[in-house]
């Protein structure tokens, strides 16, 4: 509505879903600090070697693998727990899962059996992942598409509620920690803190927007086109689903049998990514080939309903998504979500290398890095939801992705003029803001592409081709720095440009996407 004001913006934050997602961004961060900082520092201090400890942070692969695991978040009805609804079920027992995994870990002795330690850990992280599907499905569900200004303030809302369970509530079983706390003492503490958190999150409003409605007829119409193959097809149509979620799987798992010296190469990372595109273009093909002429439904063979199920689950969610929107358009959003952050991923992974090198102590950038980005993030995170709400979801990503390519330049100018405390505490000031807008903008740009019928596992494919940007492209943020000598101010430029091909993009989506700006996305929650 452009006839809101900037008050009445304000008020957005005391709507009780908003609040509720506010609650839920907690519940998503307070993991971190469990399986984070405080499984490290028990293990340092219990004597673990260092390379132990480092292999305990596999456990957050959990987080970068959820999106395998989201069709079960959609179709999955928990049992005795459907009166609270798809996603609040979901919730509730991710986070009795979380809460009984923390009780382990503190009857555990790392000193004689830290692998136990870790297993535990790795639970508390399956139940995380699991968890943030359900609290980003949650987010979605609970708005209708046209109330944009209601999703960018979730978006905010999710953001800065996140940072507060990482690093406000994080920071108490840190202090504690030197008042003489026992480390068990501090994870039951950390328990009660989630259970309490689950608890405040159940008194949330219902999702009101689910498409759960529509699963039986979409899978009524699965099933009527399987009963029309042969078993052999029936068949080859089941390996064509599964290989592309069997390849991830493997892939993210570090590719087990094949050497170092390979899957350590950059080549190696586009090949997967060229293999497992392939892969779902195969089994997309072989789905849409399926029997159209289908009029009735034939008696289903054994096979016929875990098939239709499989499709329901893992074909149905893309096909609507590129159906919906068009494949050159579905293309476009591919690439602007998997472009869009790559700059500021290629700064973050070098940030504290850079930092060091200009010549910051450690304490500076503890105090300024760390502390101040928390502030600034969660604060900023608030107001970039305010922003988009009042003057539109693709402005915001146009200017905050701007802002985000200049506030490159801040580090430029640090690399010139040296380890300048003011012009370091601005930097973190501007880059903090500009990063809180555009993820808020990006956060809600994905969930009003989102289909409710899907809305798990389209947005954890969202995210995921966004995290595949992040993470493979900038990986080579090392070597581009080696490549210029270690001139840092030219590779700040060069992140500056690195913004330019997705605004491009953005901008031809802004005519081929018009009620995303406007008046709310495409996605139906029919």
Known sequence: MHNRTFSDTLLLYANRRVASIFVLGIASGLPWVIIGSSLTLWLKEAGISRSEIGFAGLIFTAYAANFLWSPLVDQLKIPALQKLGQRKSWLLTCQLVLVGSCVLMSLCDPASNAKQLVLFGLMVAMASATQDIAIDAYRVDSFAPQEREYISAAAGAATAGWWTGYAGLGYIPLMLSDLNWSWPELFLLLAAMCAAVCAIAMFGPKPQHSGNVNQQELYSGYLKKVSHCNQSNKLQLTAYLLLPFLAIAWTVAGSPGLPASITDSPRYIWLSVCVIVTLITTAGIKVAALDKGATQQLQPSA???????????????????????????????????????????????????????VGFSNTDIANYSKMLTWVVTIVCSLAGGIVNAHFGLIRGLVVSGCA????????????????????????????????????????????????????????????????????????????????????????????????????LILRWLSRNLPDVGQHGSRASSK
């Not at 690439?335 to 070098?350: H, Q």
């Not at 580090?411 to 500009?434: C, K, M, N, R, S």
Request: overall charge neutral.
């Open 303 to 357: 096979l016929d309903r875990p098939l239709a199920w499989l499709l329901l689950s893992l074909a149905a969610p893309l096909r609507d998504f590129v159906m919906r929107n068009g494949l050159q358009v579905a293309c476009a959003i591919f690439s602007f979500i998997l472009l869009f952050k790559v700059g500021e991923a290629f700064l973050g992974r070098m940030s504290i290398v850079f930092y060091k090198e």
């Open 404 to 503: 985000m390519a200049l506030t490159n330049l801040m580090f430029a100018w640090i690399a010139l003029a040296g380890p300048e405390i003011p012009l370091y505490v601005a930097t973190i000031i501007l880059d903090g803001f500009a990063q809180a807008w555009s993820t808020v903008a990006f956060a809600s740009f994905i969930a009003l592409l989102c289909n409710h019928n899907f809305s798990a596992t389209q947005y954890a494919l969202l995210v995921s081709i966004g995290n595949l940007g992040r993470t493979t492209l900038s990986s080579f943020s090392g070597q581009a720095v080696d490549w210029l000598n270690g001139n840092w101010p030219l590779f700040f430029v060069l992140t500056t440009l690195m913004v330019i091909p997705s605004l």
